[in-house]
């Protein structure tokens, strides 16, 4: 079943048409198609491939044989709600996270060292039930190449309403304006935010979209923002940096459109 949605209201920062979209209602799907969740990672471009995202069958959340069972369409905010209802600890920093169960689980989404894969027992993929320990996973980072379905979870009581607040803090040098979160990935040993100011790219706007003044890594749409706007500027951060720094700076957000994924994409790497 395929089901028209409108990409721009789904995804973060607010940018995209319309597209019909597969919904996985069962544990098959079309191995062409891009999956995505609640697109707070994404921005997408015009010329876009099938696209496939889990219908509502797989938001649910519930305890079984003490560990905690989670649908990959299950959003963040849902989560804290039933922990903080059944005094269950260690997902408070889901508070301040937005996206799905599944797009959390890809990346190993997380607030500083409070990270998704800390508690995880097992995630379900449609080669089965796949242990923690055997799935690579690293900072923001796995090796899952599957839709994920559901994940086990092991249960520790005693959620901290407390680490909410701290959660919010953390999160007050961060625009208010929509964004996909963080722009580039930070290399090792630095930030990308911190290059971008050095290439004085911090606050600059081209169109409606913009290196945030409030932190520089933050790629924002002020009103009416479009994907090449977006793209231009991915461009120009990567292209500047690299003339300066000699280093290429790395994609967090998500590009969906086919000119830009897969290996040979031109935001991969310099070919200035
Ligand atoms: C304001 C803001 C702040 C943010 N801060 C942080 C932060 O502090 N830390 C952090 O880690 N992230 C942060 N993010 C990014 C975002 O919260 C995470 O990337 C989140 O995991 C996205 O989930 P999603 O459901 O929206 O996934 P999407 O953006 O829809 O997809 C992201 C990726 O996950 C894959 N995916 C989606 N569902 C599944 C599934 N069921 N199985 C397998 N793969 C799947 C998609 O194919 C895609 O590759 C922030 C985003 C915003 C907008």
Partial sequence: MTKTINL?????????GTADVFMIDSYDYPDSAYLIGAANNIIFGPDLPLLMKLSKTFDFIRIEDEKLIIGAATPSGKIVSFCKKNDIANFEFLSHLPGTLGGMLKMNAGLKEFEIFNHLIALRTKKGWLKKEKITHGYRTTGIQDVVFEAEFEI????DASKIK??????????????AGSAFK?????????????????????????????????????????????????????????QKEGLWLQNEVIIVDKRFMGENSPLKNSSI
Wanted: glycine share 12%.
């Fill in 8 to 16: 721009a209201n789904l995804s973060s920062i607010g940018i995209g």
């Fill in 156 to 159: 520790i009581s005693g959620f």
């Fill in 166 to 179: 701290i959660f919010k803090q953390m999160r007050s040098n961060q625009p208010s304006d929509p964004s």
């Fill in 186 to 242: 930070n290399p090792q040993n630095d930030f990308a935010g911190r290059l971008i100011e050095t290439v004085g790219l911090k606050g600059y706007r081209i169109g409606g979209m913009a290196f945030s003044d409030v932190h520089a890594n933050f790629l924002v749409n002020l009103g009416n923002g479009t994907f090449d706007e977006a793209l231009a500027l991915i461009q120009l951060a990567q292209q500047k940096v690299y």
